[in-house]
């Protein structure tokens, strides 16, 4: 009857150890599975898209009608939009909203003084770096002039390249129609705002 007993506790034991082990063997079978085929998809991708060669680029051909001349690139503006015509349609509304990303550095209303930037309120028509208590980098003091609305068109669009060196790391605003309105925005932080034009 003991050795019944042992048999069954024996037996019950080596189940026990091969169902455990079977249980493993499934889990690491769909581990293996999951990375195979994760594997293939992989190498089937890179055959349908080849990666392009080194120094190629990606480019969309655009038909152009006969007879017209291709236009200057869209992805290599040479630089910002003449400020004026955007100037004549510019919502000082849309530029408030737009202008919020710039309250992180800097303040918007009169006395209110720098924070990590100059206050830009009444900066159209300043003087370039013509803040007495704030610490503008060589580059902008060298630039000299006022913030016109033409330069202030240059500076939105891209400050580190009107001013190398900047302490500005703001990378700019690219869309010509949302920096006019930003411009148009700032123009009105002031006492005397000027005329924007026509």
């Given at each position: 009857?003991?050795?019944?007993?042992?048999?069954?506790?024996?037996?019950?034991?080596?189940?026990?150890?091969?169902?455990?082990?079977?249980?493993?063997?499934?889990?690491?079978?769909?581990?293996?599975?999951?990375?195979?085929?994760?594997?293939?998809?992989?190498?089937?991708?890179?055959?349908?898209?080849?990666?392009?060669?080194?120094?190629?680029?990606?480019?969309?051909?655009?038909?152009?009608?006969?007879?017209?001349?291709?236009?200057?690139?869209?992805?290599?503006?040479?630089?910002?939009?003449?400020?004026?015509?955007?100037?004549?349609?510019?919502?000082?509304?849309?530029g408030a909203k737009a202008a919020k990303v710039c309250q992180t550095c800097h303040n918007f209303?009169?006395?209110?003084?720098?924070?990590?930037?100059?206050?830009?309120?009444?900066?159209?028509?300043?003087?370039?770096?013509?803040?007495?208590?704030?610490?503008?980098?060589?580059?902008?003091?060298?630039?000299?002039?006022?913030?016109?609305?033409?330069?202030?068109?240059?500076?939105?669009?891209?400050?580190?390249?009107?001013?190398?060196?900047?302490?500005?790391?703001?990378?700019?605003?690219?869309?010509?129609?949302?920096?006019?309105?930003?411009?148009?925005?700032?123009?009105?932080?002031?006492?005397?705002?000027?005329?924007?034009?026509?």
């Amino acid at each position: 009857m003991g050795d019944a007993i042992l048999a069954e506790e024996c037996k019950a034991n080596w189940l026990g150890e091969s169902m455990d082990s079977f249980e493993f063997n499934k889990i690491a079978g769909a581990v293996l599975m999951t990375l195979l085929i994760v594997t293939v998809i992989g190498h089937i991708g890179n055959f349908l898209v080849p990666e392009p060669a080194e120094g190629a680029h990606s480019v969309l051909a655009v038909a152009t009608p006969e007879g017209t001349a291709p236009t200057q690139q869209a992805n290599a503006p040479a630089g910002p939009a003449e400020i004026g015509p955007m100037l004549a349609k510019a919502n000082p509304t849309e530029g408030a909203k737009a202008a919020k990303v710039c309250q992180t550095c800097h303040n918007f209303e009169e006395g209110k003084g720098a924070k990590i930037g100059p206050d830009l309120y009444g900066v159209v028509g300043r003087k370039v770096a013509g803040k007495d208590n704030f610490q503008y980098s060589d580059g902008l003091k060298k630039l000299g002039g006022e913030w016109t609305f033409d330069e202030l068109n240059k500076w939105l669009y891209e400050p580190g390249k009107l001013v190398p060196g900047t302490k500005m790391t703001f990378a700019g605003i690219k869309n010509d129609q949302q920096r006019a309105d930003v411009i148009a925005y700032l123009n009105t932080l002031s006492d005397k705002p000027l005329p924007l034009p026509q």
